[in-house]
């Protein structure tokens, strides 16, 4: 019975080991980026329980840098105020409309970690499939994008998408997107964030979970 017991004993440690850190992720997108992320948890939550949570505060985007100061605000509540502890806090917001200024002062001002992208979300998408190595506008993200989608057969890309984290990562492209994102953060890196286009930060939560993804 001893020996039983310290085996059972070993196997809840070696759980303990592999399972995640508590991951919070804070979207300022309410489509895309969710939807990324809460196909990243299912994986996730499938084989080990819940890990990941994905929040969607209801913060209307002007562009004027006051949704991503309430995007903080929020995650400083949510965090002050839940019974979970998290290992891992997350904000997740584009450079899209935002002034350098903004964008900037935003990423600098934030005490979570940051997954940025310049200049959308989608960026992440398309390093799942190309490397982008010159600048490109939010337009020609979703343009390129769209192609890589009919290339493979994925039919269009919409951002309403619940399916779109086992599309992109379909093929083993996660690693493909990991790669891609690396060499994007090698590019104009010793520039301020605003400047940094293409870059996307999105990559670096990716990264840290990937061993529990395959």
Known sequence: ??????????????????????YLIVCEGKQTEPNYFNGLKKKINEKYGSKVDVLIPNIEIKGTGENTTA????TDKFVNYSNKRYGQVWVVFDKDDYSDEQFDKAIKSCEYNVAWSNPNFEL??????????????????????????????????TKNDTNIFEKVTSEERLHTAIKNCEYMEELNKDVQASQRNPMTKVYKIIDGLKEYLE
């Not at 019975?1 to 399972?19: E, P």
């Not at 995007?71 to 929020?74: C, E, I």
């Open 71 to 74: 995007l903080v605000k929020y």
């Open 124 to 157: 992440c998408l398309l390093s799942h499939f190309k490397k982008v190595n010159r600048y490109i506008s939010k337009d020609n993200v979703l343009q390129e994008l769209g192609r890589e989608f009919q290339k493979k057969g994925l039919g269009d890309y």
């Open 1 to 22: 019975m001893k020996n039983n017991k310290n085996i059972s004993r070993k196997d809840r440690l070696k759980s303990k080991k592999l399972a995640p850190a508590n």
